[in-house]
């Protein structure tokens, strides 16, 4: 659909703030009447909402008035009017973005269940879902938090309420495993999310951008332990760099040599490592070279009591209970040798890409989206639309100061905050890791400068310190991630120092972060400064620059000047490596897209699958077809080419344990064979049918043991993809078209899967043990 042109959002902005006079007219009880009276128009169809969507707007402004005490300023109405209109919209830090959100929130909560906010973190969702909740409340819409509240565990949340509200406020991750889950479910009454209708994302990028990299996964039963990874990490140990295996220069890929797979060959004594034979034990070596060569301990992970816990890229955190995914964990505490834990087989899993196209409607809003519009609108067809600032922003963002050593630039950067401190003027430092905020912190300590240090473990907390950072004489030292979508307000004296002060000790990831850090500081056009104090020894420089850049570091490590100078030519050193990694991350991404698609589309026929079999009234078609499937599978493939098992072994195992026979089943031909076969499994099925003769029952019965069958074939086959897609990328530096292989492997596989659920369902259905219990509900013992 095009989208509308900017002019047009101006004037549907402005039909908005007319109509906002008749409602300010009302009394409180018209006004929260208006809620019916839009219900009615919409009468639950989607496609009416774009009709009242003024008088929908509208009512929630004056609405925000009474309730909340705020008045939507237009500009926060021209967001909330391009929003509707499929755009990510970029506002400002402090303009206002959770305020802007009720108006399209509202207005599709009008038509029903199935409407997200996705928030940055979970304490943002409880906490808006509170404050604005008494908005939507007051409206007569209902509202609710999916994510636990403080103290509770996820699986302590009432779902079937969460998902009855018209609008959840929820985090992309809580959303996604729910979504999972309820693909599990054996009941219709055991799923809880309504239809998928409307998202709208805040911190769109760092959602769909920054968190879209790794899918998410459920795990569950332990996969079967491996004798590889003591061998593999053995061997690989005995390798050299360059000789037996090569690392790329952003340091995230590494592979065997030619000559290192002939070494490993003669150490482990085996023909011909790269075939068939070996996949495993390959795999295990990919995975022992990764964890020993680019895994490294006190960066991406710690050993405490004899276990390992990962680390947090982005605020250094600890991550207990974590665990790298396909047996990469296992491999990383072999290298370590301490104890290996279980490893967990995958059971289900999503992109994120996936998990939101799957939406009617999205939208999205940050502060910063303008640089990557492009995929916005090639992923999601998202275009990004500019919202103007409320007042002019006049704060002052200085150019960055370049050190070659993080000493100097650390001493340097000190003389500021002293500055600062001095004058009573409230600054805010952001380090790019827990490590260097904990360094800071401790050379504020030697300067005798009182401070702050975000480093507490909830996100609460983090709320409350960073509240406080604009007050006279504050310090606060804190992490970049930390303290996210709280407002930092500051009093008039403040102004008259020249606002807050941001002071960054390296430049982050992205410009996106460095702009959100700057952003910090002059909300709302008060009066603030920012500057980013940097090295050539900063994490982006080192990891992400060339290796001339990295010498002459190296040379020059004893100078302490800053390198300043127009002419310099590192000028652009960190622009080049923010713009480096972007590239690298967006091609990954797209990389996960393409991977993802293969599985979407085996997951979408899987879950509609279960839906027809969860809504069905009648499963005796499904039943028959599933018998003669298996029948004509083993008399004409298993039994007698593959396996040359015989029938007399398949009925014991598949269908019946008891049976008996005189004839020689041998003997028979195949066409009677398999008449034979359907016979027995009728009889069976028509022995349990005896003992449930209550309809509905007999009904739960088939769809357990069928649900559970396509489970245990499906979750197999999301194991098996997860694997397979680690092995073909490991193995995809010398492949020409690894997606397609990845594909082509995968499509064996569920064909594979659709006969191994086949299966497993005959063996359900006919050799299940079922109890009636006293209050009717029935008990099933699969084999
Ligand atoms: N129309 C308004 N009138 C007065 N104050 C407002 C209005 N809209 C928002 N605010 C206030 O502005 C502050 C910033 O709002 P909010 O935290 O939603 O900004 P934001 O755009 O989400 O910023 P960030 O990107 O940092 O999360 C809040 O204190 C909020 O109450």
Redesign the pocket.
């Known amino acids: 659909m095009p989208k509308l042109h900017q002019r047009k959002y101006r004037k549907i902005t402005k039909q908005i703030l007319k109509r906002m006079a008749g409602y300010q007219q009302m009394s409180d009880a018209e006004l929260q009447h208006q809620t019916q009276l839009l219900q009615r128009q919409v009468n639950g169809q989607r496609r009416n909402l774009k009709k009242v969507l003024p008088a929908a707007y509208a009512v929630v402004c004056e609405a925000?008035k009474r309730v909340?005490?705020?008045?939507?300023?237009p500009v926060?109405i021209l967001g909330a009017v391009a929003m509707e209109d499929g755009n990510v919209v970029e506002?400002?830090?402090?303009?206002?973005?959770?305020?802007?959100a009720t108006m399209p929130m509202y207005l599709h909560g009008l038509a029903g269940r199935g409407n997200y906010l996705i928030t940055?973190n979970e304490y943002l969702a409880n906490r808006d879902s509170e404050t604005m909740g008494k908005l939507y409340r007051w409206l007569g819409l209902s509202v609710s938090s999916a994510v636990p509240q403080p103290g509770q565990d996820a699986d302590q949340r009432d779902l079937a309420k969460i998902y009855q509200a018209n609008i959840v406020y929820t985090t992309n991750s809580t959303l996604g495993f729910d979504y999972l889950f309820d693909n599990l479910a054996k009941t219709k009454e055991e799923q809880h999310l309504p239809s998928f209708n409307f998202a709208l994302l805040?911190?769109a990028d760092a959602v769909l951008l920054d968190a879209a990299q790794t899918p998410l996964v459920i795990s569950g039963t332990p996969r079967v332990q491996s004798n590889f990874l003591g061998n593999a990490d053995q061997v690989v140990k005995l390798l050299h760099q360059d000789r037996d295996y090569q690392i790329s220069d952003d340091r995230k890929n590494i592979w065997f040599t030619p000559e290192g797979i002939v070494r490993m060959e003669k150490y482990l004594d085996v023909d011909n490592l790269l075939s068939h034979e070996w996949r495993d034990l390959y795999c295990h070596l990919v995975l022992a070279l990764r964890a020993n060569y680019l895994i490294k301990k006190n960066r991406d992970y710690v050993v405490h009591d004899d276990e390992v816990v990962l680390i947090d890229q982005h605020n250094g955190r600890e991550l207990p209970g974590m665990k790298m995914q396909a047996g990469m964990h296992q491999a990383v505490e072999t290298k370590e040798n301490v104890s290996v834990s279980q490893e967990q087989r995958a059971m289900a899993t999503i992109t994120y890409q996936n998990l939101f196209r799957m939406f009617h409607q999205l939208a999205g809003?940050?502060?910063t989206a303008a640089t990557d519009a492009k995929e916005f609108l090639e992923v999601y067809n998202l275009t990004v639309f500019k919202v103007p600032t409320?007042k002019p922003n006049i704060r002052i963002d200085l150019p960055d100061r370049l050190y070659i050593t993080n000493q100097a630039k650390l001493v340097d950067s000190l003389q500021v905050v002293k500055q600062a401190y001095a004058q009573r003027r409230p600054i805010l430092i952001e380090t790019g890791s827990l490590e260097l905020s904990v360094l800071y912190s401790r050379l504020l300590l030697q300067a005798e400068i009182p401070h702050s240090v975000l480093n507490a473990r909830s996100e609460v907390k983090e709320a409350d310190i960073i509240r406080h950072a604009g007050e006279l004489g504050a310090v606060t030292v804190s992490t970049a991630m930390a303290g996210?979508?709280?407002?930092i307000?500051i009093a008039p004296a403040v102004e008259k120092l020249g606002g807050l002060l941001v002071l960054g000790t390296e430049r982050m990831q992205n410009k996106r972060i460095d702009n959100?850090l700057r952003?910090?500081a002059g909300?709302?056009g008060a009066p603030g400064e920012s500057v980013f104090y940097t090295s050539l020894e900063d994490k982006i420089v080192t990891e992400h620059s060339t290796r001339s850049v990295q010498k002459f570091a190296r040379q020059h490590a004893q100078q302490q000047q800053q390198l300043l100078g127009k002419k310099s030519r590192f000028k652009h050193v960190i622009d080049r490596a923010q713009r480096f990694l972007a590239n690298q991350q967006r091609a990954a991404r797209f990389e996960t897209l393409q991977y993802g698609e293969i599985t979407r589309l085996q997951r979408k026929a899987v879950y509609l699958q279960r839906d027809q079999i969860m809504t069905a009234t009648d499963l005796s078609a499904i039943i028959q077809k599933t018998f003669h499937f298996v029948a004509h599978e083993f008399v004409y493939h298993r039994g007698y080419q593959n396996h040359g098992e015989t029938l007399l072994e398949f009925i014991y195992q598949n269908i019946d344990p008891s049976y008996r026979s005189a004839t020689d089943l041998q003997l028979e031909s195949r066409k009677q064979q398999e008449s034979r076969l359907l016979q027995l499994m009728n009889d069976r099925l028509q022995r349990l049918h005896e003992q449930l003769v209550d309809q509905q029952q007999w009904l739960y019965f088939q769809r357990v043991t069928l649900l559970r069958a396509i489970d245990q074939g499906w979750i197999g086959q999301v194991d098996h993809l997860e694997v397979l897609m680690r092995v073909i990328k490991e193995r995809s530096i010398a492949q020409v078209n690894p997606i397609y292989e990845f594909q082509r492997e995968g499509q064996k596989a569920f064909d594979k899967m659709k006969t191994v659920i086949n299966l497993k369902a005959v063996q359900n259905v006919t050799n299940s043990e079922v109890i009636i219990k006293k209050d009717g509900k029935i008990e099933i013992e699969f084999p």
């Open positions: 925000s909340l005490g705020l008045s939507p300023f926060q506002m400002k830090t402090g303009e206002g973005k959770t305020l802007t940055a805040d911190e809003m940050t502060g409320n996210r979508g709280t407002d307000r959100q952003g910090r909300r709302q």
